[in-house]
Nanobody
């Protein structure tokens, strides 16, 4: 079992940047693909980005391509989500999740058995 804890959320203005972190513990971090998902008020949770266990493969939702970047540091057991040019529609609770290794990394949340509790990101206009 792997435990995940997100951090780095907050209140920012449109156009600002933010970096989310997700620290993993309990199992070998490099055994997992990692993903970021988000859930806006009144909406279903949606895929944002995913990265393979070694960092060599990444996938993004079309809505965030070019603005958000996923990365990982296996030595620190941490996955990151760098968010630039934030928009009000990026407002959501952001969750990190861990999945068994596969190529390409999964984008469906049903394929991620391990989840953090989320961190709130609010972007004001």
């Amino acid at each position: 079992q792997v435990q995940l804890v997100e951090s780095g959320g907050g209140l920012v203005q449109a156009g600002d940047s933010l970096r989310l972190s997700c620290a993993a513990s309990g199992r070998t971090f490099s055994d997992y693909n990692m993903g970021w998902f988000r859930q806006a008020p009144g909406k279903e949770r949606e895929f944002v980005a995913a990265i393979s266990w070694g960092g060599g493969r990444v996938r993004y939702a079309d809505s965030v391509k070019g603005r958000l970047t996923i990365s990982r540091d296996n030595a620190k057991n941490t996955v990151y989500l760098q968010m630039n040019s934030l928009k009000p529609e990026d407002t959501a609770v952001y969750f990190c999740a861990a999945a068994p290794p596969r190529v390409p990394p999964a984008i469906r949340e049903v394929e991620y058995p391990h989840w953090g509790r989320g961190t709130q990101v609010t972007v004001s206009s």
